[in-house]
């Protein structure tokens, strides 16, 4: 029973799809991670010294303790102290915004190639008018009926 198990296990992971799958969370990840950091180191800096120096990954409001003010989101959780990190949010927003572009992109360019390749393929060939077969668009005389084109 174990060997069975192993045998199907191995078939399905070894499928194209399974593999394929892998691999795109593999790239998926990394890509999460490096469009993470364009948005922390990158994107976010300008924006912040536009708004006045406003560091977003240190934006929070503090929910408890009352009264005690912290220096910075990371000295406010060192402390234990409860609080809504929305400085952290706003990063993880534009990390979306951007991912969801770049995907966009991509897939609008897949689209607009697989489009393209497909209509190359359908112009290389024509219809015989006399015996209805497909023959090739530059051909003059058909292979299949021998009719003048």
């Not at 490096?34 to 300008?46: A, E, G, Q, T």
Request: glycine share 6%; charged share 15%; proline share 5%.
């Amino acid at each position: 029973m174990f060997k069975n198990f192993m045998t199907e296990l191995k078939d399905f992971i070894l499928r194209g799809n399974v593999l394929d799958m892998a691999v795109g969370i593999i790239i998926g990840a990394a890509f999460g991670k490096v469009i993470d950091s364009l948005v922390r180191d990158i994107i976010m800096p300008p924006i912040g010294l536009i708004l006045g120096k406003v560091d977003f990954s240190n934006l929070y409001f503090q929910i408890y303790p009352r009264g005690v003010n912290y220096p910075s989101l990371e000295a406010a959780q060192n402390a234990g102290a409860v609080s809504i990190n929305y400085g952290v949010f706003i990063n993880t927003i534009m990390s979306f915004i951007i991912i969801s572009i770049s995907i966009f992109i991509v897939i609008k360019a897949a689209n607009k190639l697989r489009s393209s390749r497909q209509a190359k393929e359908i112009t290389v060939t024509k219809e015989c008018p006399f015996c209805c077969s497909i023959i090739p668009l530059k051909a003059k005389k058909c292979p299949n009926c021998t009719s003048e084109l």
